[in-house]
């Protein structure tokens, strides 16, 4: 699903003339439901973890890769994906990171008023350092790959985490080749995200720099 967005985003970006207008959004939401849901879903939280020298209960908070996220956040946030659907503006979203795109100010504007009147409808906050409203001429960051009109790289802080995977298992003694498994991998993706874009490694590539479509 990720990989099919970034492609149809990356695409739209290459064949368009005009200078888009973005609106970059992550979102958070408190769980405000009568007492039965909130005892289902705290069915769903709750679980012991075996930290090597006693079991913990946790009742807070989904584990991480559990697919009760984004699906609880996609049905959650459908009357938003069916309000933007009807306002024509291309829009995107993965979990809980979403893109907007529009040809003109007004048009953004006009998406903009219509994203907070529905998650002010849903009681769902802004993040404050996550949102960005402007133009897409320097690119920006999505789902970890850098984009701008007609190009598309990996984002620098994809890069470096990747790096400090790296370093961590370095330090911590894996063998050579668990860490060029994991590599590998992590290349797979990137190229997996662009479409077969890059098609050999490239340094200039991976620091986020531009590759333009059909060049190797």
Not at 20 to 44: D, E, M, N, R
Not at 80 to 105: I, K, P, S
Not at 127 to 139: V, W
């Amino acid at each position: 699903m990720e990989t099919l967005q970034t492609q149809t985003f990356y695409l739209l970006l290459l064949t368009k003339l005009f200078t888009f207008y973005l609106l970059l959004l992550t979102f958070h939401f408190p769980i405000t439901h009568p007492s039965k849901v909130l005892a289902l879903v705290g069915f769903y939280l709750r679980r012991f973890v075996d930290t090597g020298n006693e079991y913990v209960d946790i009742v807070r908070g989904i584990s991480l890769g559990c697919p009760l996220s984004p699906l609880m956040g996609a049905l959650y946030l459908k009357p938003l994906d069916d309000r933007m659907a009807a306002l024509g503006c291309f829009y995107v979203r993965f979990m809980d990171d979403w893109v907007v795109l529009a040809e003109t100010r007004w048009k953004l504007r006009k998406a903009v008023k219509a994203i907070n009147e529905e998650l002010a409808a849903l009681r769902v906050e802004k993040h404050p350092d996550k949102t960005f409203i402007g133009r897409i001429d320097k690119g920006f960051d999505f789902l970890g790959y850098w984009f701008s009109p007609g190009r598309v790289g990996v984002a620098k802080k994809t890069v470096d985490r990747m790096l400090d995977k790296v370093s961590r298992l370095y330090e911590q003694g894996v063998d050579r080749i668990c860490i060029e498994t994991y590599v590998n991998r992590w290349w797979q993706w990137v190229r997996g995200g662009m479409g077969g874009v890059l098609l050999s490694w490239s340094g200039v590539s991976l620091l986020g720099d531009a590759v333009r479509y059909g060049e190797a």
